[in-house]
C-alpha cells in the first residue's frame, strides 16, 4: 500500500508490509487540533513513546503488534484514551475526538 489514506497521513516511504502502523488525527469538534500530545501506552499502562500533533492534529506511531492505548492531551480539554489494535500489515487509523 502506498500514497495518501484518505484525508490522513501520506504512507509514501513506509513499508506497511514490514509495519505496524498507528496514525490519526485528534478534532474538536470538526475542527483539527496542532500541538496537542499523543502518548502510546503500552498494555500495561507503561509509557512508551509521545509524539505533538502536526498543524492539521495528525499524528504517527510505528509499534509492535498488541494493544496499545493513545492518550491524547490538549489545552481545555481532559485527557482522552483510545485502545488500539496494532498488526504489521495494518494501519490503525485513528480519530480522537476532543
Not at 501520506?10 to 506497511?16: A, F, H, K, T
Not at 482522552?80 to 494501519?91: K, L, P, T, Y
Amino acid at each position: 500500500m502506498c500514497g495518501a489514506t484518505k484525508g490522513g497521513l501520506s504512507l509514501d516511504g513506509v513499508n506497511v508490509a514490514k509495519e505496524a502502523v498507528i496514525q490519526g488525527q485528534v478534532l474538536r469538534g470538526d475542527e483539527p487540533v496542532p500541538n496537542a500530545y499523543v502518548r502510546l501506552l503500552d498494555r500495561s499502562g507503561e509509557f512508551t513513546a509521545e509524539v505533538p500533533t502536526s498543524a492539521t492534529g495528525h499524528f504517527r506511531f510505528f509499534a509492535a503488534d498488541g494493544q496499545w492505548t493513545l492518550r491524547t492531551l490538549a489545552p481545555k480539554a481532559d485527557p482522552v484514551d483510545r485502545v488500539v489494535q496494532a498488526q504489521v500489515g495494518d494501519v490503525a487509523e485513528v480519530t480522537v475526538t476532543l
